[in-house]
């Protein structure tokens, strides 16, 4: 078992165990709470939420099961509805507690349930995917989605800073994890050992064939330390005032990737088509740099090793990308920020860089030019 800290406002503990969640219904009685609200995921209800209700009742919670769809459309306010309703049939009250069993989906919603149900209950997240386990559960962001005026799902437009009282991350649960998701997890990992730097990029090149096939040891390893540079990093900056911006590595490229139609990705897979862009933003900015040189070649072949895209699967027009980033040619990059990977174990945050170097980047992931 490896337990890791997040500590500040939002101080907190994150448990990696495989067999977890049968210490579930003890760790959710440790917080105080006799009654509990088990929200799960419906893909994995009669797997892990048998086990996750079977290990709440032992330990004498009082304990009502609730499922939810994952889906982005469904993210939103009558899923919160449908939480508080049961939660109020249930007699919840202050001192009893919101679960959330499932990936990143079902934890941003039971979070921002939790965090104004009877203006605040405590929150548990079991995490079951690995992007939930290495980065969504922690560092207490929540949150849903809102129709936008033109009918289109805005992502993460309401939510609320409520930090779970612990996170239980039980790596068995990723053995029913579909390959392609598993795998998108990957790269939510990738960028957390850039941010780390030399040891942690070392032990990703040393293990990631074993974490590839899924080998139970390679992936309480691989969850243990990743998550752990999260939460150092929430630790220090619990409200993004500054360095948690740098857990954005490649986020505004993948933000535009998954905006474009047909293109299909997953968020980690545009995460990974995101980290190359930014590794080739940081080259195009100082081409005589070694060590960006360097860098860029070893997250390229930790990307493929996790069998991640490095480009897009069919060309898009650079400016139809940076458009949906906001870099279009009014703006000429001005209030375009970048997070720009220099070295192993250094990233820059807040970087205004040169229009050029945006387009050479996207070109090197495979845009068009027209
Ligand atoms: N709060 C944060 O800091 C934060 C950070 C990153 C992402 N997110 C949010 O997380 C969501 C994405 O999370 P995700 O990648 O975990 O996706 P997800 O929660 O949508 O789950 C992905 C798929 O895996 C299925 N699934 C989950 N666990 C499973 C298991 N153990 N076995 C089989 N199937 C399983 C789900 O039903 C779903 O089909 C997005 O909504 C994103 O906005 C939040
Ligand atoms: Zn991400």
């Given at each position: 078992?490896?337990?890791?800290a ?8 994150v448990?990696?165990?495989a067999?977890?969640?049968a ?12 009654r ?8 994995i ?14 330990a ?13 459309k ?46 605040g ?16 559960s ?33 790596p ?8 392609r ?11 957390h050992a ?6 942690h ?21 691989l969850?243990?330390?990743s ?14 005032a500054?360095e ?11 933000h535009?990737?998954e ?41 390229e ?9 490095t480009?897009?699967p ?7 990308i ?7 040619k009014k703006?000429?990059?001005r ?36």
């Amino acid at each position: 078992m490896t337990i890791v800290a997040v500590t500040g406002p939002f101080a907190h503990e994150v448990v990696v165990e495989a067999g977890a969640l049968a210490s579930l219904g003890s760790r959710v009685r440790a917080t105080g709470a006799a009654r509990v609200l088990l929200a799960v995921d419906r893909a994995i209800v009669a797997s892990h939420g048998a086990r996750a209700h079977a290990s709440l009742t032992a330990a004498g919670c009082a304990t009502t099961m609730i499922e939810l769809v994952a889906n982005e459309k469904e993210k939103t306010m009558p899923a919160v509805e449908a939480l508080w309703s049961a939660a109020l049939a249930a007699s919840l009250t202050r001192r009893d507690a919101f679960l959330a069993l499932g990936g990143g989906l079902v934890g941003d919603v039971v979070g921002f349930a939790a965090a104004s149900y009877l203006r605040g209950v405590t929150l548990v997240q079991a995490p079951t995917t690995l992007l939930a386990m290495v980065d969504a559960s922690t560092g207490g962001k929540t949150g849903i989605n809102l129709r936008l005026p033109d009918g289109s799902l805005g992502k993460n437009l309401a939510g609320a800073f409520w930090p779970p009282a612990v996170v239980v991350a039980d790596p068995d649960t990723l053995s029913t994890l579909p390959d392609r998701e598993y795998r998108s997890g990957l790269a939510e990992c990738i960028k957390h050992a850039i941010i780390d730097g030399e040891a942690h990029l070392a032990f990703l090149e040393a293990s990631m064939s074993a974490i590839v096939a899924r080998d139970p040891n390679a992936i309480a390893a691989l969850v243990a330390r990743s998550v752990a540079v999260k939460a150092a990093v929430v630790s220090r900056d619990p409200r993004e005032a500054g360095e948690r911006a740098t857990l954005n590595l490649g986020h505004t490229f993948a933000h535009a990737f998954e905006t474009l139609d047909g293109l299909d990705l997953l968020h980690g897979e545009a995460v990974a088509i995101g980290l190359m862009a930014a590794q080739r933003l940081a080259e195009a900015e100082n081409p005589s740099d070694p060590a960006r040189r360097s860098l860029a070649a070893r997250v390229e072949r930790l990307l493929v090793a996790a069998r991640l895209p490095t480009s897009l699967p069919t060309p898009v027009a650079a400016s139809a990308i940076e458009a949906r980033m906001g870099f279009d040619k009014k703006s000429d990059g001005r209030g375009v920020r970048f997070v720009v990977p220099v070295a192993a174990g250094e990233v820059r945050y807040g970087v205004a860089v040169e229009g050029r170097s945006v387009r050479d980047a996207l070109a090197a992931i495979g845009a068009s030019a027209s």
